[in-house]
Every structure is written in C-alpha cells, then in structure tokens.
C-alpha cells in the first residue's frame, strides 16, 4: 500500500467517513476525507492506475469508470457518496485469467492508440456506450422516428457522437471507431 | 477544497432537516456542477447532504395523461423514456444535445435544472463576478462575452443559463414541484428560472432548504410535435451559442397550438411569448413564421461581439418551424 492510504487512515471524523467500494469485485472498507473523489482513491489508495486524471473536471473522460455497470467520470464522484457501489475499472475487465476484454484486444489489434494515456477511459466509456445502445437509449444522432425502447444499432456516427465525452489529444479517433466497430459486429 | 460535513438523506423531510440543521449547506444530486464548483473554489459548502439516494427515481404516467418525473432521474434514463421520446420528443431531444454520456449517467432532473452558469468570470474566483460575488462587477459586460446573453441582460450581469433540458421543460409547459419547510408547491418551469435584475446571485425561484422533487410534463402537450435544435461550436459535446425547443399544432391550414423557447440567449430560458402570440390562429407560412421569430428577437440588445446569436437564433427556430409544420402544410 501506498503512503496516501496510510495519510488517509484514522477514525471517521466530521470530516471523514467510512465508505465501502466494491471494486473489480473486491470489497474495500475505507475511511476517507469527504473531499475525496473517486479516481484518487482508486489511484492512491488502491494502486488501480488504470482510470487517469486528465482535466479533474469532468471534460476529457480520461477517468471513465463503470460504477453499478454505468459510465461515468469518476473525477466527479465523491467517494462517501458511494457506499456500496460497484465499480469496474480497465484492470477488472480482463476477469481472474490473462485474456484480455475483447475490446482491449481490438485496441491493441486496431492500434487505436498513440501514447496511450485516454485508452482506459475510451475503453470504460465504449462497453458503457454498447450496453446503453443495447438498452434502447438513444443517442443526439439517433434517428427521433427511431422506435423507442428498441435497441439502437451503433454505426460510425453513433459511435463517435457517443464517445465525444472522450478526448484523444493524439488523435486516434478514426481507429478507436474501428475497435469499437469490431467488437458490436 | 475546504472540508465539510456530510450526511446521506433517506427521506425528503430528513433532507430538510439536515439542511436547516447546517449553516453554508448544499444539497448533493449528481454532483457533476457542484463537486466541479467546489474544485474551483466557487461553491464552498459547510456541509454536503446528499440526496442522489432519495427514492425520486421514477417516472410516472399520472392519470390525466400527464407524466412526472422524478427529481433524481439521471438525464441518460429521462432521454431515453418511452414517453418521453414517443410524446414529448423536444425533452429527448434537448436532453441528448447536452454534456456526454459519462456526464448523463450522472446529472439528475433536479440538478440540470439548478446547474450553474458557465460564464468563465463566474467560475474564475480571480474575476470579478457579481453572480459569485455580489458588488464586485461584472468582468464579462465590457470582456470575453461571444457566449453570453442578448436577451433580458442587466448592467449587474450577462450571464446565461447553460441547461439544455430547461428550455425544453420552459416550452414544454412543464412544472417544477418542490418540497421545503412550507410544505410542497410547484411553479411553471418557464419561470422557474429569474433574469439577473440587480440581484444576479439568485438564479432561480427556489427557496433556501428547498429540494426539487420532480417535473411533470402536462397532458396538454402530449403528442404535440415538437424538437429541440442546438447550434455549437462542435458537433458533440458542447454548451449551446444558441438554442430552441418548439412544439406546434397545426389542424385545418391554422397554428393551433405554439410554444418556443430559446436556450443560451439569456439569463433564463426564453419563453417566446410574443412570438406564439401572433402565430396563434395565423396559417403556417414561412412569412408568419419570420414575422413572429423577428418581433420576438426585436427584444434583443446583443453585446459587443456577441451580435451573431440573433440571426443564429432566428435561423434555428424558423427550420424547426418549417420542419414540425411540414406535412400540415403540404
């Protein structure tokens, strides 16, 4: 464990409190700062380096994470208000074995990448995409006289309306559709 | 940050009482505006109480054909409601032309509805801002304003209401229902929100410990064709330069029915009160369209460098005209 874990321990206190993440399928019992948000205590405190803090603010999505298997910017969520919660990360995505997600595959066999540091976030972000597609929730793109409730097929424009929550600086756009695009074939 | 107390809500009454019980308190939804704010320095809460968890989640169909919304209804889930998209397609519409997904799974009803401006003098606690701090000027009036307001704009303030979903709501005849110490009333969306005035801090007509617990969505808009269009300087994932949510019925060559508002003109979203008024009854022609679109925009007074919105404005509202009165006028 990190030094920032030992900094955060202690009894709760008016402004600390005791909170409980699942993440990747383990349960952790922290006690936290009430400012904390949620991609700090995964990155200090967890050693889950996976999700990155690209803006803080909720504008690049570079800290994407699936919470109860919704996407959402974890650098906006206080980690008290999430007592109970699941939370998925690019690490927990791969399961107990070495394979990886298939969309991970696909990023690598895509190289819908340059440095990297956007990848988990795309890639949280993308499987939340596909499963609210799959829901039958629209998108800005979606046809309105689209039937509701249907699930909605995920074609380039989707895909890229979608994902805008994701900035790629390197610009690898084109080729995260197309990982994106192998895995809902 | 500073540090701050926090206490989860299980009932509205519980909310309030913790509210009342907490000087320099904020109520938490989604977060993804306060906790933003608070990172900034702009919101500085002595204590948070949480209401995300209040069981406000719901969308009902009420019996007379009107539909509630929950309060805590995260925006992804009131997109993509049946009734929503199959009965008041503007409210979808508008609902999706905003933030990102991540930023929809997050966002409540309630809370898009009392989102903070994004004027930058605002969020810049450097700057002098009368909204943040009241007497210290406005740095926007005579600074950067491409995105501020035409419309209803004070000498205090420029500022305007960044929601997408509220010009939606303000068009759609919608009601805000809140719940406070006084017990529960509800007012007019399209007055929930005020103009800045001289008093610029106070964005809204809720009362300090008030919680917004839910919209409803009126039968008389029901099943009135309406959309949402929204002009930004991207094709995703952008603040409106301009906006608007109409819904008009047409039945035998006359506009029976007009409702518009415009979004990111001004402080609160436009109701186009004057515009309606002489479309009703008028027949559905591109000329009553530019003749009702113009005499509301005669109201504006655009700053500086921010001229460009009322022909924006105009162009937007007059293709969503045409567009949702097409079939009645062929």
């Known amino acids: ?185 | 940050m500073k540090t701050f107390d926090y206490v989860r809500a299980d009932s509205l009454e519980e909310a309030a009482d913790a509210f009342a019980a907490r000087p320099g308190a904020r109520y938490l939804g989604g977060g993804t505006n306060l906790v933003d704010l608070m990172k900034l320095g702009v919101e500085r809460p002595a204590a948070l109480v949480d209401i995300s968890r209040l069981p406000l989640d719901t969308v009902e169909e009420l019996p007379d054909g009107s539909l509630r919304i929950g309060a805590t209804v995260r925006n992804s889930d009131l997109a993509a409601h049946r009734a929503v998209r199959d009965r008041w397609p503007a409210l979808s519409q508008a609902v999706l032309a905003g933030a990102s997904g991540q930023l929809r799974n997050a966002a409540t009803t309630g809370g898009n509805l009392l989102q903070r401006t994004r004027c930058p003098y605002f969020q810049d606690v450097a700057k002098p801002c009368n909204k943040r701090e009241p007497g210290s000027g406005c740095g926007a009036r005579d600074g950067v304003h491409r995105d501020h307001a035409v419309l209803g704009h004070s000498a205090h303030c420029v500022a305007t209401h960044p929601s997408d979903m509220a010009v939606a709501l303000a068009a759609l005849d919608a009601r805000v229902e809140l719940y406070g110490a006084d017990g529960a009333r509800s007012l007019p969306a399209a007055e929930f929100h005020r103009l800045p005035g001289d008093r610029p801090e106070v964005d809204t007509e809720i009362r300090p410990g008030e919680i917004i617990t839910g919209v409803v969505l009126p039968a008389a808009t029901a099943g009135v064709p309406s959309a949402y269009r929204k002009a930004r300087d991207r094709a995703s994932y952008a603040f409106a330069l301009a906006s608007v949510a109409v819904a008009v019925g047409v039945d035998d060559g006359v506009v029976t029915s007009a409702r518009i508002a415009f979004g990111a003109l001004a402080h609160r979203p436009w109701r186009a009160r004057r515009a309606e008024e002489v479309l009703l009854g008028a027949a559905p022609t591109e000329a009553a369209f530019e003749h009702a679109v113009d005499l509301e925009l005669s109201a504006a007074e655009p700053l500086r460098d921010n001229a460009y919105k009322v022909p924006l404005a105009r162009g937007l509202a007059l293709d969503v005209l045409a567009r949702l009165t097409a079939a009645a006028r062929t």
Do not use: W
């Open chain 1, 1 to 185: 464990m990190d030094s920032h874990q030992h900094q955060d321990e202690g009894p709760a206190t008016r402004h600390r409190s005791e909170t409980t993440l699942r993440v990747n399928g383990k349960p952790h019992t922290l006690t936290v700062d009430h400012r904390r948000v949620l991609l700090d205590v995964l990155r200090e405190d967890l050693d889950l380096f996976g999700a990155k803090k690209g803006c803080d603010h909720g504008q690049c999505g570079a800290c994407t994470v699936l919470v109860d298997g919704r996407r959402l910017n974890s650098c906006l969520l206080l980690a008290i208000a999430l007592d109970g919660c699941e939370v998925t990360t690019v690490e927990g995505l791969s399961g107990d074995g070495e394979d990886l997600h298939p969309l991970q595959r696909a990023f690598l066999d895509r190289d819908a990448f340059q440095c990297g540091y956007c990848t988990p976030g795309q890639i949280c972000s993308a499987l939340g995409a596909i499963a609210e597609a799959s829901a039958g929730h629209p998108s800005h793109v979606t046809d309105p006289t689209a039937p509701s409730g249907e699930p909605v097929p995920l074609d380039r424009d989707e895909i890229r309306e979608r994902l805008s929550g994701n900035l790629c600086r390197c610009g690898a756009y084109p080729r995260i559709v197309d990982a994106v695009e192998d895995v809902i074939e």
